[in-house]
């Protein structure tokens, strides 16, 4: 799918230890989990500091990394028109 605003949401739950997804395009998004900004230690390797990351090439980005399997809520709020998200991909 193809973002045709400038802002736009993605929510799901899923059951893993790692959640990725592979985008394109361009834009920047922020990852919130389980109901807070991702800062936490299981912020995914693309992720900055913030829960941030920016599209830079058509790829897999990785989001969340777990210890363990669980039940977990992801949202990804994007800014930028042409941000495509592809397909999800967990572990």
């Known amino acids: 799918m193809e973002l045709q605003s400038e ?5 799901l739950v899923y059951s893993a230890k790692s959640a990725n997804m592979v985008a ?3 834009g920047e998004a922020t ?12 912020r995914g390797a693309d992720l900055s500091e913030e ?3 920016t599209i830079d090439g058509q790829r897999l980005y990785n989001l969340s990394m777990h210890d363990d399997y ?10 930028g028109k042409g941000f495509q998200a592809y397909t999800f991909t967990f572990g």
């Open 70 to 79: 669980g039940v977990h809520s992801i949202v990804i709020d994007v800014k």
């Open 7 to 11: 802002t736009g949401r993605i929510a």
């Open 31 to 42: 990852i919130s989990e389980d109901g807070s900004i991702h800062v936490s230690q299981y």
């Open 24 to 26: 394109g395009g361009s």
């Open 51 to 53: 829960g941030k990351f």
